[in-house]
């Protein structure tokens, strides 16, 4: 996987500031950050990585759900498929930091190792799919209604229990607005759960 062809996916949806969006990308960090700290694709490029696990799922179930419901094809425009696939943990890519670590090893002795922390004091410490939807507008980017709720939304089950009951019906709403939502969110749980676990 490499940039580029990441880069590539992005410019080609033809959105009006993607061009700002991955200079910012690029100034940011987000092609060397990890997709964690110590979860699923704790390394140097693995949030890269990990959108685009997220794109590559996104595109699987989309195909099945097409073939069985032809009428939501228009509600899942490959345009956004993409830019929510790509894009959804944009938060992410500030706040992780490199260091030296300690941890047990098969032993039971300490060792150290290079590994990352997460830090949310650098940048906006705005929330998760909330900062991914600021960043990106605050970049330039023009963003479909059904774009920021799919990016918002994204983590569902992961939060949903720190959520308002305001937020709870925030989500339900938007799932029911746009099957971009459940696909997004659909995608990243496969990502993390099966295809990095
Ligand atoms: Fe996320
Ligand atoms: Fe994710």
Redesign the pocket.
Known sequence: MSKEKFTEILSSTGRKGMDAVIAKLDESGFFDAPASSRFHLSCKGGLMEHSMNVYEAALFVREQIIQRRPELEEQLPLDSVAICALL??T??TDIYKEGILSRKNADGYWEKYVGYQVDYNTGLPLG??EK?VILLLSWGLELKPEEMLAIRW??SA?DMPMQSAEHKESFNAAKAKSPLVSLIQTA?GIATGLLER
């Open positions: 959804h943990d938060c992410k998760h799919g991914s994204h983590m992961w990243d």
